[in-house]
């Protein structure tokens, strides 16, 4: 049996001064990371495999869908990116053969070790929320960031900051558009283009804050 | 400053504080010179209400220009937009 998991904080940073001359600050930024694993082997009429599941929970604070960048003298125009959402995920993995060696379950050297160890051990995951058959198999509602608080924040977002792609090939990132952000990939430059109408209001939703996408938004 | 605790044999602490401070000076030096010069030919009275190829008027072009640079400059010489001074980030397994 194993846990682990991380914690950061930011203090507030200044994001601007008002024509009043007082400066603007963005919220305090706190962020949660956890895992759990326990790791053994199969039942000997399965082999006796080495087995290990690990569930990781990943940014489980959320305390604001977004992260302010900038702000206007006039106090209502901000810049701000989208956080990423919170997840929940569990994996399995199972050696065919080869037993790890004891080293590959040690601490990492440095602290960016320790972060790559945890990130790879997630390989082959699936978010389980997004497995319906697995929902419905152990008979439970999983962990979804979509229906808890504070999931959903309808905000005025005026336009995109700019268009930003995705390291991998062909994914463009989404903008929000027609009520919805959009998802990764297909997207061509008449989707945020279509963002040019001021005063619309969109909902800002965790699950597509992905892209890290600067957009300019109203109090 | 890192610190790096070993608890247990199989247990380790890893911790990461920085404290930092920023301060922006010199911002736009070259569009600062630049608006210097146009600017008093567009506050003429006459280009006033002379509509650009973007729709707006001078004297909405003038306003949102300083707008942006009020924007932009705002914390200069007292800090630095988006820097958090105080950061900590631990990770434990």
Same mark, same amino acid.
């Given at each position: ?9 930011? *203090? *507030? ?8 001359? *007082? ?11 956890? &895992? ?54 569990? *994996?399995?993995? &199972? ?32 978010? &389980? ?91 | ?42 506050? #003429? ?6 509509? #650009? ?17 009020? !924007? #932009? #400059? ?15 980030? !631990?990770?434990?397994?």
């Amino acid at each position: 049996m194993f846990v682990g998991g991380g914690l950061s904080y930011g *203090s *507030s940073p200044v994001v601007g001064r008002s024509t009043a001359g *007082s400066l603007f600050y963005a919220p305090v930024r706190r962020e949660v990371d956890l &895992l759990l694993g326990y790791r053994g082997r199969l039942p000997a009429r399965l082999g006796q495999r080495p087995a290990e599941e690990q569930f990781n929970a990943a940014n489980l604070l959320q305390q604001s869908p977004y992260t302010l960048l900038r702000r206007d003298p006039d106090g209502q125009n901000f810049r701000a990116v989208l956080n990423p959402p919170p997840t929940h995920s569990l *994996s399995f993995r &199972l050696s065919l053969g080869v037993e790890a060696t004891a080293a590959e379950h040690l601490p990492g050297t440095t602290f960016a070790d320790e972060e790559c160890a945890s990130r790879n051990q997630r390989a082959g995951e699936e978010r &389980l929320e997004d497995l319906v058959a697995v929902a419905v198999g152990i008979g439970v509602l999983l962990p979804d960031q979509r229906i808890r608080r504070h999931r959903l924040q309808r905000l005025e977002v005026l336009r995109a900051e700019r268009r930003e792609h995705h390291p991998f090939i062909g994914e463009v990132c989404g903008l929000p558009q027609a009520g919805r952000w959009g998802r990764r990939g297909g997207h061509t430059k008449g989707d945020w283009r279509s963002l040019g109408a001021s005063g619309k209001r969109f909902p800002v939703r965790h699950r597509d804050a992905g892209s890290r996408l600067p957009f300019v938004g109203r109090l | 400053m890192n610190l790096t605790a070993n608890l247990t044999p199989g247990w380790r602490l890893l911790g990461r504080v920085s404290v930092s401070d920023s301060v922006e000076i010199n911002l736009l030096k070259r569009s600062r010179q630049s608006a210097a010069l146009v600017l008093p030919l567009w506050r #003429t009275a006459g280009a006033q209400a002379v509509v #650009t190829n973007a729709g707006l008027t001078v004297a909405q072009e003038i306003a949102a220009n300083e707008a942006s640079l009020a !924007a #932009t #400059t705002a914390v200069e010489d007292q800090g630095t937009i988006g820097h958090r001074e105080f950061e900590f980030r !631990a990770f434990t397994r």
